[in-house]
T-cell receptor, first 115, second 114 residues
Framework: NAGVTQTPKFRVLKTGQSMTLLCAQD?????MYWYRQDPGMGLRLIHY???????AKGEVPDGYNVSRLKKQNFLLGLESAAPSQTSVYFC??????????????FGQGTRLTVV | AQSVTQPDIHITVSEGASLELRCNYS??????LFWYVQSPGQGLQLLLK??????LVQGIKGFEAEFKRSQSSFNLRKPSVHWSDAAEYFC????????????FGGGTRVLVKP
């Protein structure tokens, strides 16, 4: 069972470069999320999607864009990377079948360093 | 807006001793509450969750948590810790609104002394 898979696992970018993080889930989940994790700040929501073709802003969306062209994939883009975007990025997915208390399943994370 | 506070950034406990991690939340209605654990270099794994009913919930790995509405708390406990419990623990509150977003606390890192 693959669950939630994030690609790549590590990346180093130079300031101003762009990149895309890919999240893929094989559980047919409706909701998908991108979080960033920084020391002492827990996980903060960047963007999320409640279904194919829809996206919405989370708590810290500036500098990021997302797309959900297929139900199983959720892409996070950095248009012009900045050192402040150095972080560990987590993707998560969850289903709405069974109610809103369903758990979120997380990927293994992508460690991004912007120099 | 919902929020979660975990007052303890680090906790050190001896192996075999009991553990309690604090979590306080702010939410305008009955919340969905979760505890996740993150081992080094890993993603997050669900330990337990509360959404209604019995306020004492049992989870995996011998953990339990108690929901106290009057104190807006959802503290995590384990009677006897094992070295493998060394990890970071996150409390989260789930919104019932569109997106069912999870809001996380800052985390508590648990160190286990032999």
């Amino acid at each position: 069972n693959a669950g939630v898979t994030q690609t790549p696992k590590f990346r180093v970018l130079k300031t101003g470069q762009s990149m895309t993080l890919l999240c893929a889930q094989d559980m047919n989940h409706e909701y998908m999320y991108w979080y960033r994790q920084d020391p002492g700040m827990g996980l903060r929501l960047i963007h999320y999607s409640v279904g194919e073709g829809t996206t919405a802003k989370g708590e810290v969306p500036d500098g990021y864009n997302v797309s959900r062209l297929k139900k199983q994939n959720f892409l996070l883009g950095l248009e012009s990377a900045a050192p402040s975007q150095t972080s560990v990025y987590f993707c998560a997915s969850r289903t709405v079948r069974g109610g809103a208390n369903t758990e979120a399943f997380f990927g293994q994370g992508t460690r991004l360093t912007v120099v | 807006a919902q929020s979660v506070t975990q007052p303890d950034i680090h906790i050190t406990v001896s192996e075999g001793a009991s553990l309690e991690l604090r979590c306080n939340y702010s939410y305008g209605a009955t919340p969905y509450l979760f505890w996740y654990v993150q081992s080094p270099g890993q993603g997050l794994q669900l330990l337990l969750k509360y959404f209604s009913g019995d306020t004492l919930v049992q989870g995996i790995k011998g953990f339990e948590a108690e929901f106290k509405r009057s104190q807006s708390s959802f503290n995590l406990r384990k009677p006897s810790v094992h070295w493998s419990d060394a990890a970071e623990y996150f409390c989260a509150v789930g919104a019932r609104a569109a997106g069912n977003k999870l809001t996380f606390g800052g985390g508590t890192r648990v160190l286990v002394k032999p």
